[in-house]
């Protein structure tokens, strides 16, 4: 994943040099309503509209993604939930067959695997 990263990085960042360099020239930056106009550098304006436009995009699709994170609690929760019931579950095998296996009579009732009006 890291040489991923490189492999993707590093022309990004040699594209923004090279378009840093090629665009230095100075443009007015209107402020409206404001009575002011600032003179910035081509490519600062360029680089800032690019990443209010990542950050914008990267909002949307967190809003977006809303409903995904709360199913993915909701699953965490009932996967947690059922980790216990399993464990308990497992506690109160375990404490039938310790039973069984020291020789302590099954309680009276009706006799497993019939229904209850055979009993």
């Not at 304006?45 to 977006?64: K, R």
């Amino acid at each position: 994943m890291r040489i991923f990263s490189w492999i993707v990085m590093v022309p990004v960042a040699l594209f923004v040099i090279v378009f840093s360099v090629a665009n230095r020239a100075e443009v007015g930056v209107d402020f409206w309503p404001f009575e002011y106009v600032a003179p910035l550098p081509l490519f600062a304006v360029a680089l800032v509209a690019a990443f209010a436009g990542f950050v914008a995009g990267a909002f949307v699709a967190w809003i977006s993604g809303h409903g995904a994170r709360r199913r993915g609690r909701a699953a965490a929760r009932r996967a947690a939930a059922a980790e216990r019931e399993i464990q308990h579950l497992r506690e109160h095998a375990r404490k039938l067959e310790d039973g069984v296996a020291a020789g302590v009579p099954e309680k009276p009732g009706r006799p497993p695997n019939l229904p209850a009006e055979a009993a």
